[in-house]
């Protein structure tokens, strides 16, 4: 299937189309991560689907609109084994994408991603012993590759980061559970609601975007294409198997921030910042979180991903063994995503530069 003709998929799930995503899942369905970017839209579109839907929340206050009084709440997070049992017991499929993307220190990191992970795996080996456990990681656990093409999904992993290294941990966790398991690799994933690529937003509208020197490749996906590919894979992925997913040409980051700007009306200017100015800067966000600043959009672990070459992956032949016919390309996606943005107040609607 040609590039092109994947380029025509809109970047909302319906209804009829989460159906047929989700027909292939068996319920009732446990879902954890509903509060968060990814798994609050894996929660809507499941919902969608009419699937029978439990989630695992500690502030139902957090949960999407859209899902609210339509989905089985329990209360509880991942270190709460009584709360575990509560989601898990009985379920058909499991949906662990709950996670860690940014903490003080490694000890947090593995807390949440991989210990959590392995009591995830006990609750549902015993309370759930006939379900299938999906798992949502991240390239992060794979690491860099070498080389713009990327890597492939059955590659040696290499973690380049406290991140990466603790979802690789949980990754191992849900392959020695003795569960039938599928695992899915996102790459850096944008769209409505997102507070990670939002900053990539907010600097392109200040009109300065800094980056680090050399040139660097990156594999994006809309978040609506990382849901295709957790209900695919969930539904009618392979057991045992770690897919990639993702839109299947890599972007240099410069032109990436580019095409950003230029979707979004505004003119960016890039700035090349040099690797020992990215690792002290990440070294004053470490600094922020020990105090108890949350937020800090650049750590030490951040900037060790930033400084890798090359964050990308081969994704065409995970995407034709889901099934799925097709990906949101980038200028449509970040259009709507600019779109979402400016409606909720998350970036300024100050006036459109030209160039």
């Known amino acids: ?9 809109p970047d909302e799930i319906g209804a009829a189309e989460a159906g047929a995503l989700a027909a292939a899942i068996r319920p009732p369905v446990a879902l954890t991560g509903a509060t968060g970017f990814v798994g609050g839209h894996v929660a809507e579109a499941l919902v969608r689907a009419g699937v029978e839907l439990r989630v695992l929340v500690r502030d139902p206050a957090r949960l999407p609109d859209s899902i609210r009084g339509k989905v089985v709440v329990v209360r509880g997070d991942l270190m709460d084994r009584a709360s575990l049992r509560t989601a898990f017991a009985g379920a058909g499929t499991v949906l662990h994408v709950a996670g860690l993307v940014r903490a003080a220190s490694a000890r947090a990191f593995d807390s949440v991603n991989r210990v959590a992970t392995v009591g995830v795996t006990e609750i549902v ?6 379900a299938s456990l999906l798992y949502v990681s991240s390239l992060a656990a794979a690491g860099p590759s070498g080389t713009p093409a990327g890597i492939e999904a059955s590659v040696t992993p290499r973690p380049v980061s406290a991140y990466g290294r603790s ?29 990670d690529v939002l900053q990539f937003f907010r600097l392109a509208a200040r009109g300065i975007v800094p980056l680090p020197a050399g040139r660097r490749w990156v594999t994006v996906a809309h978040v609506s294409d990382v849901v295709r590919g957790v209900l695919a894979a969930a539904g009618r992925g392979e057991r045992g198997r770690v897919y990639h997913l993702g839109e299947p040409a890599p972007m240099e980051l410069s032109t990436l921030i580019a095409t950003l700007a230029r979707e979004g009306g505004v003119t960016a200017r890039i700035v090349r910042v040099p690797a020992p100015i990215v690792r002290a800067l990440g070294l004053c966000g470490d600094m922020l979180q020990v105090t108890g600043v949350s937020g800090a959009s650049l750590t030490s672990d951040k ?12 994704t065409e032949q995970s995407l034709r063994d889901l099934g799925l016919p097709g990906f949101v390309p980038f200028t449509a996606g970040v259009r709507s995503t600019w779109a979402w943005y400016r409606a909720h107040g998350w970036v300024p609607h100050a006036k459109i530069r030209t160039a």
């Open 1 to 9: 299937m040609s590039q092109s003709a994947w380029a025509t998929l």
């Open 125 to 130: 080996g015993t309370y759930a012993p006939g």
């Open 167 to 195: 979802k690789l941990g949980g990754e191992s966790a849900v392959m020695a559970a003795g569960l039938p398991w599928v695992i899915v690799r996102p790459p850096a994933v944008y769209g409505p609601r997102d507070t």
């Open 303 to 314: 900037a060790a991903e930033l400084l890798a070459r090359h964050w990308t992956a081969r």
